[in-house]
Protein backbone atom coordinates (compact mmCIF):
# COMPACT_ATOMS: atom_id res chain seq x y z
CA UNK A 1 0.00 0.00 0.00
CA UNK A 2 1.19 3.85 -0.79
CA UNK A 3 -0.10 6.47 1.24
CA UNK A 4 1.08 10.01 -0.36
CA UNK A 5 -0.68 13.20 1.28
CA UNK A 6 0.06 16.92 0.66
CA UNK A 7 1.20 16.81 -3.07
CA UNK A 8 -0.12 19.13 -5.80
CA UNK A 9 -1.44 17.29 -8.40
CA UNK A 10 -1.69 19.33 -11.50
CA UNK A 11 -1.77 22.81 -9.08
CA UNK A 12 -0.12 25.07 -7.24
CA UNK A 13 0.00 26.19 -3.60
CA UNK A 14 -1.24 29.87 -5.52
CA UNK A 15 -4.13 28.39 -7.76
CA UNK A 16 -7.12 27.35 -6.75
CA UNK A 17 -7.61 23.67 -6.08
CA UNK A 18 -9.42 20.82 -4.32
CA UNK A 19 -8.36 18.74 -1.43
CA UNK A 20 -9.35 14.94 -2.03
CA UNK A 21 -7.56 11.79 -0.26
CA UNK A 22 -5.44 14.91 1.41
CA UNK A 23 -3.43 16.14 -1.65
CA UNK A 24 -4.42 18.96 -3.78
CA UNK A 25 -5.42 18.54 -7.38
CA UNK A 26 -7.24 20.75 -10.00
CA UNK A 27 -9.61 17.94 -10.89
CA UNK A 28 -11.76 14.87 -9.69
CA UNK A 29 -13.67 12.39 -11.38
CA UNK A 30 -15.47 9.80 -10.65
CA UNK A 31 -17.76 7.11 -12.78
CA UNK A 32 -18.26 7.59 -15.94
CA UNK A 33 -20.63 10.57 -17.26
CA UNK A 34 -23.65 8.19 -19.48
CA UNK A 35 -21.77 4.76 -17.88
CA UNK A 36 -22.38 4.81 -14.42
CA UNK A 37 -25.18 6.06 -12.39
CA UNK A 38 -23.16 8.04 -10.25
CA UNK A 39 -20.71 10.72 -11.70
CA UNK A 40 -18.61 13.50 -10.38
CA UNK A 41 -16.19 16.20 -12.34
CA UNK A 42 -14.80 18.64 -10.47
CA UNK A 43 -12.48 21.35 -12.22
CA UNK A 44 -11.15 24.16 -11.49
CA UNK A 45 -11.61 26.23 -15.02
CA UNK A 46 -9.87 29.88 -15.18
CA UNK A 47 -9.44 29.88 -11.41
CA UNK A 48 -13.35 28.90 -10.53
CA UNK A 49 -14.76 26.07 -9.37
CA UNK A 50 -16.75 24.06 -11.89
CA UNK A 51 -18.86 20.79 -10.91
CA UNK A 52 -21.03 18.73 -12.25
CA UNK A 53 -22.45 15.88 -10.60
CA UNK A 54 -25.38 13.15 -10.26
CA UNK A 55 -26.14 12.37 -7.12
CA UNK A 56 -27.99 9.66 -5.08
CA UNK A 57 -28.98 8.88 -1.39
CA UNK A 58 -27.93 6.23 1.07
CA UNK A 59 -31.01 4.02 -0.18
CA UNK A 60 -29.97 4.91 -4.12
CA UNK A 61 -32.99 7.17 -5.20
CA UNK A 62 -31.74 9.66 -7.34
CA UNK A 63 -31.67 13.58 -5.67
CA UNK A 64 -30.61 15.96 -8.45
CA UNK A 65 -28.39 16.39 -11.25
CA UNK A 66 -26.08 19.43 -11.70
CA UNK A 67 -24.30 19.68 -15.25
CA UNK A 68 -21.26 22.85 -14.33
CA UNK A 69 -22.72 24.68 -11.62
CA UNK A 70 -26.09 24.61 -13.11
CA UNK A 71 -29.12 22.14 -11.84
CA UNK A 72 -30.66 20.13 -14.40
CA UNK A 73 -32.72 17.68 -12.72
CA UNK A 74 -33.92 17.33 -9.05
CA UNK A 75 -37.15 18.13 -7.18
CA UNK A 76 -37.48 20.68 -3.87
CA UNK A 77 -33.86 21.38 -4.82
CA UNK A 78 -32.43 25.15 -4.22
CA UNK A 79 -28.83 25.78 -5.38
CA UNK A 80 -26.93 29.23 -4.07
CA UNK A 81 -24.45 30.20 -6.32
CA UNK A 82 -21.61 31.81 -4.10
CA UNK A 83 -18.25 33.91 -5.31
CA UNK A 84 -15.38 31.82 -7.87
CA UNK A 85 -18.02 29.05 -8.88
CA UNK A 86 -19.13 27.60 -5.50
CA UNK A 87 -21.92 26.34 -4.91
CA UNK A 88 -24.45 24.71 -2.24
CA UNK A 89 -27.60 22.33 -3.14
CA UNK A 90 -30.32 22.17 -0.16
CA UNK A 91 -33.44 19.91 -0.27
CA UNK A 92 -36.29 20.12 1.82
CA UNK A 93 -33.65 22.52 4.44
CA UNK A 94 -31.05 20.62 4.72
CA UNK A 95 -27.38 21.13 3.07
CA UNK A 96 -26.25 18.23 0.91
CA UNK A 97 -23.68 19.63 -0.74
CA UNK A 98 -21.37 22.21 -0.10
CA UNK A 99 -17.79 23.25 -0.51
CA UNK A 100 -16.00 23.58 2.78
CA UNK A 101 -12.20 25.89 2.77
CA UNK A 102 -9.02 23.94 3.66
CA UNK A 103 -6.67 27.39 3.44
CA UNK A 104 -7.23 30.64 1.45
CA UNK A 105 -7.61 28.78 -2.08
CA UNK A 106 -8.12 24.89 -1.48
CA UNK A 107 -11.83 23.60 -1.01
CA UNK A 108 -12.94 20.35 -0.22
CA UNK A 109 -16.21 18.95 -1.60
CA UNK A 110 -18.92 18.46 1.82
CA UNK A 111 -21.22 15.41 0.45
CA UNK A 112 -21.69 11.89 0.82
CA UNK A 113 -21.54 10.31 -2.51
CA UNK A 114 -23.85 7.12 -3.50
CA UNK A 115 -24.59 4.72 -6.14
CA UNK A 116 -28.07 3.66 -6.99
CA UNK A 117 -27.53 0.76 -4.99
CA UNK A 118 -26.57 2.80 -2.18
CA UNK A 119 -23.00 2.09 -2.21
CA UNK A 120 -20.83 4.81 -0.03
CA UNK A 121 -18.43 5.72 -3.19
CA UNK A 122 -16.96 8.81 -1.76
CA UNK A 123 -17.45 10.88 1.52
CA UNK A 124 -16.34 15.12 2.09
CA UNK A 125 -16.28 16.47 5.23
CA UNK A 126 -14.92 19.60 6.32
CA UNK A 127 -11.67 18.46 6.74
CA UNK A 128 -11.18 15.74 3.59
CA UNK A 129 -12.91 13.61 0.28
CA UNK A 130 -11.95 10.44 0.65
CA UNK A 131 -12.51 8.12 -2.05
CA UNK A 132 -13.98 4.65 -1.84
CA UNK A 133 -14.50 3.04 -4.78
CA UNK A 134 -13.64 3.67 -8.36
CA UNK A 135 -12.90 4.64 -11.03
CA UNK A 136 -11.29 7.64 -10.12
CA UNK A 137 -9.13 10.33 -11.12
CA UNK A 138 -7.48 12.75 -9.48
CA UNK A 139 -5.68 15.62 -11.33
CA UNK A 140 -5.69 16.55 -15.26
CA UNK A 141 -3.03 18.22 -17.34
CA UNK A 142 -4.21 18.70 -21.09
CA UNK A 143 -5.15 14.75 -21.51
CA UNK A 144 -3.52 13.31 -18.90
CA UNK A 145 -4.88 12.32 -15.35
CA UNK A 146 -2.34 12.36 -12.16
CA UNK A 147 -3.66 9.63 -10.47
CA UNK A 148 -5.80 6.93 -11.72
CA UNK A 149 -8.00 4.47 -9.37
CA UNK A 150 -8.63 1.17 -11.00
CA UNK A 151 -6.72 1.39 -14.02
CA UNK A 152 -7.47 -2.39 -14.72
CA UNK A 153 -11.48 -1.61 -14.92
CA UNK A 154 -12.62 -2.14 -18.47
CA UNK A 155 -14.06 1.21 -18.76
CA UNK A 156 -11.00 3.07 -17.70
CA UNK A 157 -8.96 1.62 -20.82
CA UNK A 158 -11.23 3.13 -23.60
CA UNK A 159 -10.13 5.92 -25.34
CA UNK A 160 -11.74 9.53 -23.61
Known amino acids: MVFIENNYI ?7 SYFVS ?5 YIELGYDGIDDYY ?3 TVLNN ?3 LS ?9 F ?12 ENCDVINYDRGIIEIIINNVTILNYSPIENNTMVIVCD ?21 GPARIGKKDNEY ?9 RSMRAR
Open 10 to 16: FSSPEEN
Open 22 to 26: SNYTN
Open 40 to 42: LKA
Open 48 to 50: KYN
Open 53 to 61: INMYDENGE
Open 63 to 74: LFEVKNNVLING
Open 113 to 133: IYDKNGDLIARGTDENFLIFK
Open 146 to 154: GIIINPNDI
